[in-house]
């Protein structure tokens, strides 16, 4: 895809937009990729600033980073354990000139939230409960490991300021702590946006 065409988000379907991954990676994006106008509506709804921090918890290959990043001055950071998709997210960033995005390879547990602004979470950690339907077997999968990760991405919200801003999509929101208020709902509700406000 040529770079100019990328830039143009709302003439773009998804199946397009896909077609910057790797076609094994493309297999997966129906299920596991936020398609571009939850992603728009999400990364619109973080970036109350340029140049804010914003973190993708679990973010694949990228492609909410790689939206959110072509249509606000942000940054977007994605943090993911399977490093082939950090590897892939890094050489799209490149090849297409995304200054904007970056990939950490690690586990959620290893991440400061303090260094961010923002947050965005796809459901992340529910393959532990359901591995059949993982984004792949490459990584260890396992109950504890739900509860675990929820619980560390619940207190590190619960340490950031006033108005820290998270957004959920597919979640049941058991990482997010009751200080944080629920500000809209969009997409039968699957889109959820929350404030901290105490």
Not at 3 to 9: A, G
Not at 36 to 60: H, M, Y
Not at 112 to 124: E, I, M, Q, R, V
Not at 168 to 177: D, L, V
Request: proline fraction near 5%; aromatic fraction near 14%.
């Amino acid at each position: 895809m040529h770079p100019s065409k990328l830039k143009n988000l709302h003439d773009l379907t998804d199946e397009e937009f896909d077609l910057i991954f790797p076609l094994e990676i493309r297999r997966k994006s129906a299920t596991h990729f936020t398609p571009i106008k939850i992603a728009k509506a999400a990364a619109q709804f973080l970036a109350t600033e340029p140049n804010i921090r914003i973190l993708d918890v679990g973010s694949g290959a990228g492609k909410f980073c790689f939206v959110g990043a072509l249509t606000t001055d942000a940054h977007f950071t994605g943090v993911e354990q399977r490093a082939n998709y950090c590897k892939c997210g890094d050489e799209i960033a490149n090849k297409y000139s995304i200054d904007n995005v970056s990939f950490l390879n690690t586990n959620i547990d290893r991440i400061k939230f303090k260094d961010f602004n923002a947050f965005y979470l796809f459901n992340p950690f529910f393959e532990n409960l359901s591995p059949e339907s993982a984004l792949d077997q490459t990584v260890f999968l396992d109950d504890e490991l739900y509860l675990e990760y929820s619980a560390y991405v619940h207190k590190q919200l619960e340490q950031m300021p006033v108005g820290t801003r998270v957004v959920t999509y597919h979640s049941s929101g058991p990482e997010i702590p009751s200080t944080y208020q629920l500000k809209d709902s969009l997409f039968k509700t699957y889109l959820k946006f929350w404030i901290k406000k105490a």
